[in-house]
Each structure stands twice: as C-alpha cells, then as structure tokens.
C-alpha cells in the first residue's frame, strides 16, 4: 500500500530540488548531536514552522528507526489508527512503513486499529517525513494518528509504544507532532503556551491534558505530545529542552492573530 503526499505544494514544496534546498535551509548544521528518545515538532507549513522544526531536527541524532504521532484533525477513520504496512511518498522519494515495528504496536498498544482512512489527508504526521528523510535516506516508520482521548487512555497507549519500542530492540524516535496556541494574539499565545510546555519538561503528562483543558489552550497535537512523554519516560527520559518558540506573527508581521509552535526534545 502507498500513500501519496496529501499536501506537497502546500506545507512543503512539491519538487525533490526545492524541497531539498528548503530543508537545508531550515536544518541548522550542528556537530555534535544528542541522542534523545521523544521529540515535540510543530506541522503546519514550513514557511510558518519550519525553521522551529528544523532547529530540534538539526540538533538530534536520528536514528533508522521512528514513530510519529501526529492529532486527527479530519476526524476520519479509527480514533487510534496505525497506518498498515507500505510506504509513503513524498517528493524526496518514499519511506517505507516497518512491518515489525508495526507488529509490535499492534501487540502491546491498546485501542490501536491499522486504518489508512485516517491518514489519507492528514498533513500532522506528512510534514514531519521530509525531515527525516533529509537525516536518514535508510529511515522506516510507523504512524499513529490519534483523536482525543482522557488521561487513562494517554497513558495506556504510551505504556503500550514503550512496550512495543523497548521489545523491538534498537533505538527509535517517537515524533509528537502538535502545534500550540491558535488564533490568538502573540502575548496570549505565548502565556498559554508557556503553561503547556512547562508541563511538558516536567515530564507531566496527566498535567498538560488538564492545564491545556482548564485554560483553554488549544494546542491540537496535546494528545500525541502526552502519549511520547508517557512513553519516553517508561523508556527512561528524564531530561527535557526547548529548542525553538515562535509564531506565525513572525512571519506574517501579524500578532493579533497568531499560531504558536514549539520544539522540545527530550532524552
């Protein structure tokens, strides 16, 4: 099964050549590069993203081997759907999903369905593949698009991917994909966003579930960045760091009306 790009030529370019020349651009050259189990990445369109997504790209070891989480935004298909085995298409060439891997989560990861509907349009989990690709040509993947869900389910879901990671064996990323605020001014965002991310490198994943509820911070990816902390801690994470935060209003020039982005790795 292949899926093909739902939104090259949109977030990202649509040719090989100028995709390549953009992502060199947003990826900074670091030397030295950490070795981290769980990352947080925004997903909208690389001019308004990309550069915070690049920085937390540029700065980790990337290993052959990566699980991305991404939020259902369409609200198709199953409410915890793994895409089946295949690959996926993007003008850097494909990535092919890991069918152990892929078994592994079907073994030990609750509610998780293999679905493929979900996954056609989505853009959450798409724009993180040509990053990396860029790192790894060798890269396989699996994908997990989720719905909402409550705390129990959050941590049942993160036990299981650390279950099903620690049994694979070898080293592998899980990649939450999520913007943060949305739509609301730039000092707005930012207080907001401040409260998510704290909980965030404190390792609270129960916390960032109830402050993004209870101040109302729309953060649409909260659910896939609290199922990476629940399992980046089960595999031993205790450190955090902010690599990047900004908004849309750095771009646009508009801070009345922004979207935030983060991205936090943690190891």
Same mark, same amino acid.
């Given at each position: 099964?292949?899926?093909?790009a739902?939104?090259?030529?949109?977030?990202?370019?649509?040719? /090989?050549?100028q995709l390549?020349?953009?992502?060199?651009?947003? #990826?900074?050259?670091?030397?030295?590069?950490?070795?981290?189990?769980?990352?947080?990445?925004?997903?909208?369109?690389?001019?308004?993203?990309?550069?915070?997504?690049?920085?937390?790209?540029?700065?980790?070891?990337?290993?052959?081997?990566?699980?991305?989480i991404?939020?259902?935004?369409?609200?198709?298909?199953?409410?915890?759907?793994?895409?089946?085995?295949?690959?996926w298409?993007?003008?850097?060439?494909?990535?092919?999903?890991?069918? /152990?891997?892929?078994?592994?989560?079907?073994?030990?990861?609750?509610? #998780?369905?293999?679905?493929?509907? *979900?996954?056609?349009?989505?853009?959450?989990?798409?724009?993180?593949?040509?990053?990396?690709?860029?790192?790894?040509?060798?890269?396989?993947?699996?994908a997990?698009?989720?719905?909402?869900?409550?705390?129990?389910? #959050?941590q *049942?879901?993160?036990?299981?991917?650390?279950a099903?990671?620690?049994?694979?064996?070898?080293?592998?990323?899980?990649? *939450?994909?999520?913007?943060?605020?949305?739509y609301?001014?730039?000092?707005?965002?930012?207080?907001?966003?401040?409260? *998510?991310?704290? /909980?965030?490198?404190?390792?609270?994943?129960?916390?960032?579930?109830?402050?993004?509820?209870?101040?109302?911070?729309?953060?649409c990816?909260?659910?896939?960045?609290? #199922?990476?902390?629940?399992?980046?801690?089960?595999?031993?994470?205790?450190?955090?760091?902010?690599?990047?935060?900004?908004?849309?209003g750095?771009?646009?020039?508009?801070?009345?009306?922004?979207?935030?982005?983060?991205?936090?790795?943690?190891?």
């Amino acid at each position: 099964m292949q899926r093909h790009a739902a939104v090259a030529g949109q977030f990202y370019p649509g040719t /090989r050549e100028q995709l390549q020349t953009i992502l060199a651009e947003l #990826v900074p050259h670091v030397s030295k590069k950490r070795r981290v189990l769980g990352i947080v990445a925004p997903h909208a369109g690389y001019i308004y993203s990309g550069a915070i997504a690049g920085k937390v790209y540029g700065r980790i070891a990337i290993p052959s081997t990566v699980v991305i989480i991404g939020p259902n935004h369409h609200g198709a298909g199953a409410a915890a759907a793994l895409y089946p085995e295949g690959e996926w298409l993007t003008p850097l060439g494909s990535i092919a999903i890991n069918p /152990r891997l892929n078994a592994l989560l079907q073994r030990h990861v609750p509610f #998780v369905e293999t679905d493929s509907s *979900a996954h056609r349009f989505e853009h959450s989990l798409e724009v993180q593949v040509p990053f990396i690709q860029h790192a790894r040509s060798d890269a396989t993947m699996a994908a997990l698009c989720l719905g909402h869900g409550d705390f129990p389910a #959050v941590q *049942a879901i993160g036990k299981g991917i650390a279950a099903a990671v620690r049994e694979y064996g070898g080293d592998v990323l899980i990649v *939450a994909s999520s913007d943060m605020t949305h739509y609301e001014s730039a000092d707005s965002a930012r207080r907001k966003d401040e409260l *998510a991310l704290a /909980r965030v490198l404190a390792f609270d994943p129960e916390g960032l579930l109830k402050i993004c509820h209870s101040e109302h911070i729309t953060m649409c990816g909260v659910v896939p960045a609290a #199922v990476m902390l629940v399992a980046s801690r089960e595999l031993g994470a205790t450190q955090g760091e902010l690599a990047a935060y900004g908004n849309s209003g750095d771009i646009t020039g508009d801070n009345n009306q922004v979207v935030g982005y983060a991205a936090v790795s943690v190891w």
